[in-house]
């Protein structure tokens, strides 16, 4: 099943000639924070219970224990109702967003941060996902190699198959394992996100694309990943 297109009023909140560039990024950010919320809020009670995560977690392939949910959960709620509230949701992406030394708990940030890379909300990250979060992280240098790293985390997860060119949540959060000793911000990569739209969104591939794949190896790459011809 596709997933619905991204919504036509994406963006219009804020006119980006009237704010400073980290402005517009901040406010972008915050929009797409809310569309997580939103989406995992499926009742639109406004606030996300244990079974509207354990949904979620479950479409994305990932078996939460029962405590996984109930931890995510209890790290971020404040007033205690074992439900999350947008305000809540909010303050726990402001806190570990200025988190320079990795201690504020993140299983919450770490599905809010898959859910922002996930545009079309397909349940994994493709390669497109992934280019296009890296580049506006780390802008064009290395951005191969990097592409190469974090999709190597693609194992297939389960053994004796092979990776399907995309992230699961479940190899999402190896990942994290894997580096969180490192560098406590190596995985934010949600972080400098700035377009939403459909059309800013392809003018910023091609853009990507033309940079790092200007060999015809890369183009037939590129077509490869797209799932055509
Ligand atoms: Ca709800
Ligand atoms: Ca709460
Ligand atoms: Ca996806």
């Known amino acids: ?65 029962k405590h996984e949910v109930t931890d995510m959960i209890w790290e971020v709620d404040e007033n205690g109702d074992k439900a999350v509230q947008w305000e809540e949701f909010k303050t726990m992406a402001d806190h570990v967003r200025h988190d320079k030394k990795g201690l504020e708990p993140r299983k919450m940030f770490n599905l809010a941060e898959f859910m922002m890379v996930d545009k079309d909300g397909s349940g994994s990250i493709d390669l497109d996902e992934c280019m296009e979060i890296l580049f506006r992280r780390y802008g064009k240098d290395g951005l191969e190699a990097k592409t190469a790293e974090f999709m190597s985390l693609d194992t297939g997860g389960v053994p004796g198959e092979e990776g399907d060119n995309a992230i699961s949540f479940s190899e999402f959060l190896a990942g994290i394992a894997k580096t969180e000793d490192k560098s406590a911000t190596a995985f934010h990569y949600s972080q400098g996100m700035v377009a939403t739209t459909a059309e800013e969104n392809r003018k910023l591939m091609a853009e990507i694309y033309s940079i790092t794949h200007p060999t015809a190896k890369a183009t037939k790459r590129l077509s490869g990943s797209q799932a055509s011809q």
């Open 1 to 65: 099943m596709p997933p619905p297109p991204p919504s036509k009023g994406a963006g219009k909140t804020s006119d980006p000639k009237q704010l400073s560039q980290d402005q517009y990024r901040e406010a972008q950010e915050l929009e797409g924070l809310f569309k997580v919320f939103a989406k995992l809020d499926r009742n639109g009670d406004g606030k996300i219970d244990a079974d509207e995560l354990t949904f979620y977690l479950k479409y994305l392939g990932h078996k939460p224990g």
